[in-house]
């Protein structure tokens, strides 16, 4: 008698190389993300513009207040967006980790959604076509972004603008401007 044994690999478990990618040449990209705590409810967002040289444009932190995580991370591609359009950018590429929020942008959501509203401004913003993409990236990707919303807890409730990086960030840029990889487990 012959046994035989078979071995399936799950590949979504493998390791995955996963590294920040500039836009092409005379496009930005503009990088997302929230943070927020089940315990109180507070969240918070931030995001980044960089050139396709991978060079720091602007950035901002979010500090929300009490709400959910979704709403956290729809307020912060909103306010990238907003940040975006007041620099009269085009060609913006958009990218965040949340595949919800990507779906949202790319094909609509029902007016009947809980979120419709902040969702429908931000379709409203990218309507006039100067988004040229918005793609889902690996949270390894968007460590930037997720610096930025995590820097945000320290921060005045509202919107600030960042005009220069903040120091600690610079390592991060570094990385990804030099193409460094994350290990996705």
């Known amino acids: 008698m012959h046994m035989v044994l078979e071995v399936h690999m799950n590949t979504s478990k493998m390791p995955k190389s996963v590294q920040w990618r500039s836009p092409e040449s005379g496009c930005f990209i503009l990088n997302t993300d929230e943070a927020f705590k089940a315990g109180n409810g507070l969240a918070w ?15 901002f932190t979010l500090n929300i207040g009490h709400t959910d995580s979704l709403s956290a991370e729809l307020w912060g591609v909103r306010a990238g967006l907003m940040l975006a359009k007041c620099l009269s950018l085009s060609k913006v590429v958009v990218e965040l980790d949340a595949a919800i929020v990507v779906q949202f942008l790319k094909e609509g959501i ?13 379709l409203a913003l990218i309507s006039d076509g100067w988004v040229t993409e918005i793609r889902y990236i690996y949270r390894e990707g968007n460590r930037c ?41």
């Open 45 to 59: 967002a931030g995001g980044l513009i960089r050139d396709s040289n991978g060079c720091w444009v602007q950035g």
């Open 145 to 185: 972004a997720d610096f930025l919303a995590n820097l945000s807890q320290s921060c005045q409730q509202g919107v600030v603008i960042l005009t220069e990086p903040p120091d600690d960030i610079l390592p991060l840029l570094l990385d990804d401007f030099c193409g460094n990889p994350i290990m996705r487990l």
């Open 110 to 122: 029902p007016h009947s959604h809980p979120m419709s509203i902040i969702a429908q401004d931000a």
